[in-house]
């Protein structure tokens, strides 16, 4: 999304131009301000197609409806499949306005059957277009199925095995389940002997997400509770196998229909993956809202971020939802911060503290450490869930390039 006004954590409706000219955006950014509660979040300069898809805000993701103006003029084909992604994507949520020069009677049938709801010919009247957003509003306040919004895929990658990622990642979820109360998903997504369930205390884990992705085809809610175990503190878990003959590696789309249907189905989807599924990587990557790479403050660990880091940042859409994960730090940490940052040559969005011997203990007792315990871990960790919850802006990498390790000579 190319720009994004200010505006409350959750407008009541949030407004977003596709593919729109200079008229339109101004025309949409103008009726906005004329309707309580309605916000112009931004514009996308692509059409929204299998192969491009967005990082959606946190300000979309929390509106409580959005409406979507979508220029036919550009290009009809992928206009209409544009209409018919974000309908699949927001559901009942979304008002889709389609815009163009000339709408024919065939296009506009066209159109309405992929989920456009109303059509303005070019110049939009910003009047006419706020009395729409007006008409939007009131059925949205009296429909009871609308929804609060899509989830958000969040992954985690570790620089290097025994960074402790599946450990932040499940405490991160009992933080989302139990201190927001966020219906959430942790899936283990290790090929085999993960330890999702062992940290959790669960056992009887018998499907996994691999065998998800082979029904992708038939996936409903019936289905998913199959492969859904429920930890006692409301967090679904889908483990990862006891044994296996490799990963599946998804075919087609089998990734991304998933991935839909489960943020339809959670607030939160977590991730808790490895670098070394290469092809499994690349889905997971384009997939996901926010990638999390784990690493501790050691020599060997960032080495292997700052490669990581490097791979990632060749991707533009890649390097927007990147955060970095220092953890098991302290004040005597050898390596400080800021040498981290100029070593990988990208910030550190959450430092985590020690806290070896507790985890150890939560480990052996097959349970979490409770979010209501006080301590450093857990003040880092209610902050980390505030942030995603709440939105946060991305981080900018830091500007030039830097001789990697430099603070080793």
Same mark, same amino acid.
């Given at each position: #999304?190319?720009?994004? #006004?200010?505006?409350?954590?959750?407008?009541?409706?949030?407004?977003?131009?596709?593919?729109?000219?200079?008229?339109?955006?101004?025309?949409?950014?103008?009726?906005?301000?004329?309707? #309580?509660?309605?916000?112009?979040?931004?514009?996308?300069?692509?059409?929204?197609?299998?192969?491009?898809?967005?990082?959606?805000?946190?300000?979309?993701?929390?509106?409580?409806?959005?409406?979507?103006?979508?220029?036919?003029?550009?290009?009809?084909?992928?206009?209409?499949?544009?209409?018919?992604?974000?309908?699949?994507?927001?559901?009942?949520?979304?008002?889709?306005?389609?815009?163009?020069?000339?709408?024919?009677?065939?296009?506009?049938?066209?159109?309405?059957?992929?989920?456009?709801?109303?059509?303005?010919?070019?110049?939009?009247?910003?009047?006419?277009?706020?009395?729409? &957003?007006?008409?939007?509003?009131?059925?949205?306040?009296?429909?009871?199925?609308?929804?609060?919004?899509?989830?958000?895929?969040?992954?985690?990658?570790?620089?290097?095995?025994?960074?402790?990622?599946?450990? &932040?990642?499940?405490?991160?979820?009992?933080?989302?389940?139990?201190?927001?109360?966020?219906?959430?998903?942790?899936?283990?997504?290790?090929?085999?002997?993960?330890?999702?369930?062992?940290?959790?205390?669960?056992?009887?884990?018998?499907?996994?997400?691999?065998?998800?992705?082979?029904?992708?085809?038939?996936?409903?809610?019936?289905?998913?509770?199959?492969?859904?175990?429920?930890?006692?503190?409301?967090?679904?878990?889908?483990?990862?196998?006891?044994?296996?003959?490799?990963?599946?590696?998804?075919?087609?789309?089998?990734?991304?229909?998933?991935?839909?249907?489960?943020?339809?189905?959670?607030?939160?989807?977590?991730?808790?993956?490895?670098?070394? &599924?290469?092809?499994?990587?690349?889905?997971?990557?384009?997939?996901?809202?926010?990638?999390?790479?784990?690493?501790?403050?050691?020599?060997?660990?960032?080495?292997? &971020?700052?490669?990581?880091?490097?791979?990632?940042?060749?991707?533009?859409?890649?390097?927007?939802?990147?955060?970095?994960?220092?953890?098991?730090?302290?004040?005597?940490?050898?390596?400080?911060?800021?040498?981290?940052?100029?070593?990988?040559?990208?910030?550190?969005?959450?430092?985590?503290?020690?806290?070896?011997?507790?985890?150890?203990?939560?480990?052996?007792?097959?349970?979490?450490?409770?979010?209501?315990?006080?301590?450093?871990?857990?003040?880092?960790?209610?902050?980390?869930?505030?942030?995603?919850?709440?939105?946060?802006?991305?981080?900018?990498?830091?500007?030039?390039?830097?001789?990697?390790?430099?603070?080793?000579?």
């Amino acid at each position: #999304m190319t720009s994004e #006004m200010n505006s409350p954590d959750r407008p009541s409706q949030a407004i977003f131009s596709v593919c729109a000219d200079e008229t339109v955006v101004n025309a949409a950014t103008t009726a906005a301000g004329k309707v #309580m509660g309605a916000h112009f979040t931004g514009e996308f300069r692509d059409y929204i197609t299998s192969d491009k898809r967005p990082q959606f805000s946190p300000l979309l993701k929390n509106a409580a409806s959005c409406v979507a103006l979508i220029d036919f003029d550009r290009d009809m084909e992928l206009a209409l499949e544009t209409t018919e992604r974000l309908h699949q994507i927001f559901l009942k949520k979304i008002s889709i306005v389609g815009v163009g020069a000339q709408l024919d009677a065939g296009l506009l049938l066209r159109a309405v059957r992929k989920g456009c709801t109303e059509f303005l010919t070019k110049p939009v009247d910003p009047a006419e277009l706020a009395a729409s &957003l007006e008409r939007f509003h009131a059925v949205m306040a009296v429909d009871p199925h609308t929804q609060s919004g899509i989830g958000r895929v969040i992954a985690f990658f570790g620089a290097k095995g025994g960074v402790g990622t599946t450990m &932040l990642a499940v405490h991160l979820a009992t933080h989302l389940v139990r201190q927001h109360g966020k219906k959430t998903l942790l899936i283990d997504h290790r090929p085999q002997l993960g330890h999702v369930a062992l940290y959790l205390g669960l056992k009887d884990t018998q499907y996994h997400f691999d065998e998800l992705l082979r029904n992708s085809d038939r996936l409903d809610s019936e289905l998913l509770n199959g492969f859904v175990v429920r930890h006692r503190s409301g967090l679904d878990v889908i483990a990862s196998p006891e044994m296996s003959g490799g990963p599946h590696e998804p075919k087609g789309d089998q990734f991304e229909q998933v991935m839909d249907f489960l943020r339809r189905e959670y607030d939160y989807v977590l991730i808790d993956s490895s670098v070394r &599924l290469q092809d499994s990587k690349t889905s997971i990557v384009d997939q996901s809202d926010e990638i999390y790479i784990v690493s501790t403050p050691d020599v060997a660990a960032l080495r292997d &971020l700052a490669r990581l880091v490097e791979n990632l940042s060749l991707s533009e859409s890649a390097t927007s939802k990147l955060r970095v994960v220092v953890n098991r730090s302290t004040a005597t940490d050898s390596v400080t911060s800021d040498q981290i940052e100029k070593a990988v040559r990208f910030p550190i969005s959450i430092a985590i503290p020690n806290n070896y011997f507790e985890l150890q203990r939560a480990i052996n007792d097959g349970e979490p450490i409770p979010p209501q315990r006080r301590s450093e871990f857990n003040q880092a960790l209610a902050q980390w869930a505030s942030r995603i919850v709440y939105g946060m802006s991305s981080p900018k990498p830091p500007a030039g390039k830097r001789r990697l390790f430099a603070f080793l000579r």
